[in-house]
C-alpha cells in the first residue's frame, strides 16, 4: 500500500515526460500548431509546473514530517486530557495560517493565469483577411461550409477542413441535432455546438500540418467516431485546395466508373447525398463532390480508400453501428464500380 | 433481498423488446418486397386467407424514432406535413384510402398510389420502409403507448404566441 | 422610415389621377382572358348593373363542374359561349348563353397525369385560360399548354413544357401577345428552376423560355437589359448570387399573372419563391427570385427586372398581378404599374424604367421596415429573419399580404380593389433536404389572424395617396378575385361562400348572395347575347388556403398545408366542398 502511494510522484514524472514525448502527436493539446493552441498550452504547463511544485512540497513537507526527530516543538504527551501548550498552539496557527495565505495566493495566481490567458484568446481574430468556416455537427459528421461574401464562392464539404498556414479563422458552429463539441486540440480549447445557436472561436495555425479533431461532447451511439481533420497548409496550396473544390465532380470518364455514377444515381445514394454536375442534391449527408480527395470517411473513422469505401457501401452498420447511413441494397457487381468512382471525385 | 430486486429489474428491462436496437439489418430485410397486400374486403369466392405479413418492428420504439427521422430525411413531411396533411393526404385519420394496415402502408410507399404519391420503391431499402411505416402507426396510436414518442419533434407554440394570438397582438 | 414616408407623401401629393388612363382592349363585353384585359384592371364598363340596383341582383343560372378541389379560375366569355376550365383534370367546358339555362355546347377532357396532382404545392388549381383568335388555350397540371379550337372544342395542338418528377407544374393562366402563348412553371416548394416560355400560338412551338435563374444566357439577359437600380445590374447574378449550383434547384418560377403593355410591347410578369424556404441554405440575393420582370413578348428579351424581396426570408413570391395604369404622379404623367407584394406592401412602378415610386404597405407588416426609393433597397427587420433558428411573429405570413388572388382596377374611383389577407406566422427552420420530386421546403410554418383577429380583408387602396380608403374585415383570407364595373361597383366572394356586391366610393355591402361552396375563384362581368349585363363567378372552396376542406386535411397538426393549416381549423364548420358556376343579373 505504502509501495503503491510513494509511486505516485514517480507516475506523475513518468506521464509529464510522456506527455512531452506526445510532440509531434496528430491530437494533442500539448503540442500546439497555432497562437490559441499556444496560449492553452502555456497555460497548461504553468498550472503543471505550479501544481507540481505544490504537490512536491506538500509531500516532502509529508516525508519530513513523519520521519524527522521532535525538533523546536515541545515533546508532549498524547493524552486525553492533553493540551497543548501556548507555544505549541502559537506554533501551529503560525504553520497554517501561512500554508493558508501561501495556498490562497496560488489559487489566486492560478486564477488570473486562467482568466488572463480565456481573455488573450477571446481577443486574438476578427483581424482582417480572415476565413469563416461553418461547422456544423450531425449525428456522427461533420459539415464544413466555408462562407464567403461572394456566394458562389461558398463551399460545402465534410468532415476536413483547410486551412492557410498564419491566417486567422473563425469557425462558425451550428448544430442539427444535439449538442456537440467541436475539439481540435492542437489548435484551440473545445467549443459547444448547440441547436438553432451559433458559437465562434478562432484558430490559426503557425505551420503546415494535419491535425486530428474530435466530438467532444457525448452525443449518441456513435460519438466515439465523430472526428475530423484539419490541414493546414500554405496559402498557395489552400486557394489550389479551394478552386478545386469548387470545381463540380469530374465527369466518369471510363466505363467503370460511368457505371459507378448510373449506379449511384439510381440507387437510394441520392436521397441524402449530394455530388455537385450530377442530379444528386441531398443535403442531410455529406456532400460527396469531392469525398476522393478526403483523407478519411465516416467521418474520420476508416482511411479513404477504395477497399474501405466499399466496405463502408456494403455494411456501414458494421463499421459504425447505428449511424444514419442507409443499409443500401447493392449488387455485388455493383459495388466495385461505385467504389471507383467515389474514389475518382478528386 | 434489495440485490435481488435490482438484478430482476435489470433482467426485465434487458428483455424488453421496446429496447433493442437491431442496428445491422440482415439482409432479408434489405431487400425489396414483393408480397402483395389485399385493400379490399370483398375477396371474389368468399373471404381468403390472406398472407400473413407482420411488421417486423411493430413496437419497438428504436424503429419508431428512426421512422420519425426518416420521415423528414425523405421530404415525407413536405407532402402530409407532420400528420395533417397538405400536398398529400392526412396521416393522421381513421379512413384510409388504399388501406391503415402495415402490410397496405408498406406497398404505398414502395408502389406509389396513382395519384401522386411517388413510388419510393428501389430507393428507400425495405427495412427503412417498415420504420416508416411503423412511425405513421405511431402517429394513430397503434403502436403501444411505451414505444411512440410522447410529444412531436416540431415547432412549439410559445405561450406568448398563444395569448397574442387570442388578443389579435402581433408585436 | 420617415424620411421615406415623408418622401412619399410629397411626391405624391403632387400627384393626380389623369383620369387614369388604362392599357386596355375596346370593351365589347367579352371576357376573352383571365385578367380580362392586358392591363390586368378587370374593370367592365358594362353600366347596366349598378349601385342604385344592384340589390336586385338574382341568381339567372348555374352549371355543376363536377369536381371538388379549388375552382381558381375565371370563365371566359367570347362570342356568346362561356368557356370553363376546372382544377385537375382542367376539363374545359363550353356553355352556349345564347339558349336559355347556357346548356353545355361541348367539353373538352386532355386527361392529364394523375400523378401531377403529387408535385402541386397548393391543391390542383388551374386560373383560367384565353381566347386569342379562335383558340382557347391553358395550362395543364402535367406541365403541358393546349390549344383548343373555340367553336369545335377540339384540341389543335399540345406542348409539353417539362417535367413531373422534377416537381414541376403548371396552375397559371396564360397570356396571348403578339403571337406568343406566355406560359410560366410552378413548383417553387420543389427545389425546380422557374421559367416563363413564349410558345408559338399557331402551332405550339417553344419560341423562347426565359429561366429564372441561372447565367444571363438562360434568362435571356442581353445588351438591352438595363434595370434601373445598381442592385439589379451585373453579369450571371443569377449564377453569382448563389452558392454553388444551389440556383439549379432554386425556384424562381413564374406561376402567377402576365400583362401586356402594346405601346411599350413589354410583358410583365414576377418569379416566385426562392428554393428552399430556409434561408440559410442559400446564402446570398438569389437572384432571380421574388422579381418583376419586364420583357419582349415575341423574344422574351429581358429589359429590365426590379428584385422586391433579395434574399427572400418569408416565402415572399413576387407572382401577384402588375396592373398597368398611367398615373400622374409629380406632376408628370408615369405609365405606371401597380403591383401588391406578398411582402404586404404596394409597389407603385415606373414601367418603362423599373423605378419604384412608392412602396407603402397595404397590410400589417413587421417584417420589414420599407423601401429606399434611391436604391430599391428593402430593409428587413433585423428581429424577423428567419433560418434554422425559431422566429415568432412575423407578418405577413408566407401567403404574404396578399396572395396571387387578383385585385381590380377602377378608373371611376381611381382605386385598386384587393381581395388580400390578414395572417401572421411563427416557424422553425430545419435542414431541407433534395429530392426531385418531392417538396423543398426546410421551414416547419404555423399561421394564424394577424391584428384584429379576422384573416382577411378586402380594401380599396388610392394609388396616388398610397393610402387605404377602407377597408371590410373578412372572417377568412379574401382568397377570390375581384371585379370593378362602370356601374360603381366592386364584386369579390368569401371562402365561407358570400358572394358580395360593394359600393366602390364607399365600401357599403349592397348585396349579397350564398354560394354553395365557399369561393376561391374569378368574378366577371360580361354582356350576353340577349344585351343584359351579368356576373358571373365559379365557387368551389379550395387552393393552399382552402385545402383543410378540399383535401381532407387534419387541423390536429398545425403544420399541415406547410402551416396554412393552423390558421384555417374552422373553414369546414363554414363550408364543405363544391364546384359549381353561378351567374348574375337583373330581373
Redesign the interface.
Known amino acids: 500500500m505504502s509501495g503503491w502511494r510513494k509511486g505516485i510522484p514517480g507516475g506523475m514524472l513518468a506521464a509529464g515526460v510522456l506527455s512531452t514525448a506526445c510532440a509531434g502527436h496528430q491530437q494533442s493539446a500539448l503540442d500546439s500548431a497555432g497562437t490559441q493552441a499556444d496560449r492553452i498550452e502555456s497555460l497548461w504547463w504553468f498550472f503543471l509546473a505550479v501544481l507540481s511544485a505544490v504537490f512536491v512540497i506538500v509531500i516532502a513537507t509529508l516525508l519530513v514530517s513523519l520521519t524527522r526527530g521532535h525538533r523546536g516543538v515541545n515533546q508532549e504527551p498524547l493524552e486525553r486530557t492533553h493540551v497543548p501548550s501556548e507555544e505549541t498552539e502559537r506554533n501551529l496557527g503560525r504553520t497554517v495560517g501561512v500554508a493558508t495565505g501561501v495556498t490562497i495566493i496560488i489559487l489566486f495566481v492560478l486564477l488570473v493565469a486562467s482568466i488572463g490567458t480565456g481573455k488573450e484568446l477571446s481577443e486574438i481574430g476578427g483581424k482582417q483577411n480572415s476565413l469563416i468556416v461553418e461547422v456544423t455537427g450531425n449525428q456522427w459528421w461533420w459539415n464544413i461550409r466555408y ?1 464567403s461574401e ?3 464562392e ?3 464539404t465534410a468532415n476536413e477542413i483547410h486551412i492557410p498556414v498564419g491566417r486567422p479563422v473563425m469557425i462558425r458552429g ?1 448544430s ?1 441535432d444535439v449538442i456537440h463539441s467541436f475539439w481540435v486540440p492542437n489548435l484551440h480549447g473545445k467549443r459547444d455546438l448547440i441547436p ?2 451559433v458559437t465562434t472561436e478562432w484558430i490559426e495555425a503557425d505551420h503546415p500540418g494535419r491535425w486530428r479533431g474530435q466530438c467532444a461532447e457525448f452525443c449518441g ?1 456513435q460519438h466515439a467516431h465523430m472526428a475530423l481533420w484539419v490541414v493546414a497548409e500554405t496559402e498557395p496550396q489552400f486557394e489550389a485546395w479551394r478552386h478545386a473544390q ?1 470545381q ?1 465532380a469530374a465527369a466518369p470518364q471510363d466505363a467503370d466508373t460511368q457505371r459507378g455514377q448510373q449506379v449511384f444515381l ?3 445514394c ?3 447525398h ?1 455530388i ?2 450530377t ?1 444528386a ?4 449527408a455529406p456532400d460527396l463532390t469531392h469525398v476522393g480527395s478526403r483523407l478519411t470517411i465516416a467521418a474520420g473513422t476508416l482511411p479513404n480508400t477504395k477497399g474501405n469505401i466499399a466496405g463502408w457501401i456494403a ?1 456501414p ?2 463499421i459504425k ?2 449511424n ?1 447511413m ?4 447493392v449488387k455485388s457487381e455493383d459495388l466495385q464500380p461505385l467504389a471507383d468512382y467515389l474514389e475518382s471525385l478528386k | 433481498m434489495r440485490g435481488w430486486t435490482a438484478i430482476l429489474c435489470f433482467l426485465a428491462l434487458t428483455a424488453c423488446q421496446r429496447e433493442q436496437r437491431n442496428l445491422r439489418p440482415s439482409p432479408a430485410r434489405v431487400v425489396i418486397f414483393n408480397d402483395a397486400a389485399r385493400e379490399d374486403q370483398i375477396q371474389p369466392g368468399g373471404a381468403q386467407s390472406m398472407p400473413q405479413v407482420n411488421n417486423p418492428d411493430e413496437g419497438n420504439a428504436y424503429d419508431v424514432s428512426e421512422g420519425q427521422r426518416l420521415f423528414d430525411w425523405y421530404n415525407c413531411s413536405g407532402c402530409h406535413a407532420h400528420g395533417g396533411g397538405g400536398i398529400g393526404p392526412p396521416l393522421i385519420k381513421t379512413e384510409w384510402i388504399y388501406g391503415g394496415e402495415p402490410a397496405n402502408l408498406f406497398d404505398t410507399i414502395v408502389k406509389g398510389r396513382p395519384n401522386g404519391m411517388p413510388a419510393w420503391g428501389g430507393r428507400i431499402p425495405e427495412y427503412q420502409v417498415w420504420q416508416l411505416v411503423t412511425f405513421i402507426r405511431s402517429m394513430n396510436h397503434e403502436e403501444p403507448k411505451a414505444a411512440t414518442p410522447a410529444r412531436p419533434d416540431t415547432i412549439e407554440q410559445s405561450p406568448q404566441t398563444l395569448q397574442n394570438k387570442a388578443n389579435g397582438v402581433t408585436r | 422610415m420617415k424620411r421615406i414616408l415623408a418622401f412619399c407623401a410629397a411626391t405624391l401629393g403632387l400627384a393626380g389621377i389623369s383620369g387614369a388612363q388604362i392599357q386596355n382592349q375596346p370593351d365589347d363585353g367579352q371576357w376573352p382572358m383571365a385578367a380580362k384585359n392586358y392591363a390586368n384592371t378587370r374593370y367592365s364598363t358594362l353600366t347596366q348593373i349598378n349601385s342604385g340596383n344592384a340589390g336586385n341582383l338574382q341568381l339567372k343560372f348555374t352549371f355543376s363542374t363536377g369536381m371538388t378541389h379549388g375552382h381558381e379560375a375565371a370563365p371566359l366569355v367570347v362570342n356568346n359561349t362561356m368557356y370553363i376550365v376546372t382544377p385537375y383534370p382542367d376539363v374545359l367546358y363550353a356553355l352556349d348563353l345564347t339558349k336559355p339555362g347556357a346548356p353545355l355546347k361541348w367539353s373538352y377532357q386532355p386527361r392529364p397525369s394523375p400523378s401531377s396532382q403529387g408535385v402541386a404545392c397548393c391543391d390542383v388549381v388551374n386560373r383560367g385560360a384565353a381566347y386569342y383568335d379562335g383558340r382557347i388555350y391553358y395550362n395543364l397540371l402535367d406541365v403541358e399548354t393546349v390549344a383548343v379550337d373555340a367553336s369545335t372544342g377540339k384540341e389543335v395542338w399540345r406542348t409539353k413544357l417539362g417535367d413531373i418528377n422534377k416537381g414541376e407544374s403548371i396552375t397559371m393562366a396564360p397570356i396571348v401577345a403578339k403571337g406568343r402563348v406566355i406560359v410560366g412553371n410552378s413548383g417553387g416548394e420543389f427545389g425546380v428552376r422557374g421559367w416563363l416560355a413564349g410558345l408559338d400560338a399557331a402551332t405550339g412551338k417553344i419560341v423562347w423560355r426565359a429561366y429564372g435563374t441561372g447565367p444571363d444566357q438562360d434568362v435571356l439577359i442581353g445588351a438591352n437589359f438595363k434595370p434601373f437600380y445598381a442592385e439589379d445590374r451585373g453579369k450571371d447574378l443569377g449564377m453569382a448570387s448563389w452558392p454553388r449550383d444551389a440556383w439549379k434547384t432554386g425556384g424562381a418560377t413564374a406561376w402567377g399573372w402576365v400583362s401586356y403593355d402594346p405601346d411599350l410591347d413589354l410583358i410583365y410578369y414576377g418569379t416566385g419563391n426562392p428554393g428552399p424556404w430556409n434561408p440559410d441554405q442559400r446564402p446570398g440575393d438569389n437572384k432571380w427570385t421574388s422579381t418583376v420582370f419586364a420583357r419582349r413578348p415575341e423574344t422574351g428579351e429581358a429589359i429590365w427586372a426590379y428584385q422586391t424581396n433579395p434574399h427572400d426570408l418569408h416565402d415572399y413570391d413576387d407572382i401577384n398581378e402588375n396592373v398597368l395604369l398611367d398615373l400622374t404622379i409629380g406632376g408628370r404623367v408615369r405609365k405606371a404599374l401597380a403591383h401588391a407584394d406578398r411582402n404586404g406592401r404596394m409597389y407603385i412602378m415606373d414601367r418603362t424604367t423599373g423605378e419604384v415610386l412608392s412602396a407603402e404597405p397595404f397590410a400589417y407588416v413587421n417584417s420589414t421596415l420599407g423601401v429606399d426609393l434611391k436604391t430599391g433597397h428593402l430593409t428587413v427587420n433585423p428581429s424577423k429573419v428567419t433560418g434554422f433558428q425559431t422566429v415568432r411573429d412575423i407578418c405577413p405570413a408566407p401567403p404574404g399580404g396578399k396572395d396571387w388572388q387578383p385585385m381590380a382596377f377602377s378608373p371611376q374611383t381611381g382605386y385598386l380593389y384587393i381581395p388580400h389577407n390578414n395572417l401572421c406566422f411563427e416557424e422553425q427552420g430545419t435542414q431541407a433536404n433534395y429530392i426531385a420530386g418531392t417538396p423543398y421546403v426546410g421551414m416547419n410554418v404555423r399561421m394564424y389572424a394577424g391584428p384584429g383577429g379576422n384573416r382577411g380583408f378586402f380594401t380599396a387602396w388610392d394609388p396616388v395617396h398610397a393610402k387605404a380608403v377602407w377597408r371590410i374585415p373578412e372572417m377568412f383570407p379574401v382568397w377570390s378575385g375581384a371585379v370593378a364595373t362602370a356601374g360603381g361597383l366592386v364584386f369579390y366572394g368569401t371562402m365561407d361562400g358570400w358572394f358580395k356586391a360593394v359600393d366602390a366610393h364607399s365600401g357599403n355591402i349592397l348585396w349579397k348572395f350564398k354560394l354553395g361552396s365557399g369561393t376561391v375563384g374569378q368574378p366577371i362581368s360580361y354582356k350576353g347575347p340577349d344585351g343584359k349585363q351579368y356576373i358571373a363567378i365559379l365557387c368551389g372552396v379550395g387552393g393552399w388556403s382552402g385545402a383543410v376542406v378540399s383535401g381532407g386535411l387534419n387541423p390536429v397538426d398545425g403544420t399541415g398545408a406547410l402551416g396554412f393549416l393552423n390558421a384555417m381549423t374552422d373553414l369546414g364548420k363554414y363550408t364543405t366542398k363544391g364546384g359549381m358556376l353561378y351567374v348574375f343579373g337583373l330581373p
Open positions: 462562407l461572394e456566394p458562389s461558398i463551399l460545402t451550428l442539427q438553432s445557436r451511439l469548387l463540380p439510381n440507387s437510394a441520392v436521397l441524402c449530394t455537385r454536375g442530379s442534391a441531398g443535403s442531410v455494411d452498420q458494421r453501428p447505428g444514419h442507409a443499409v443500401v441494397p
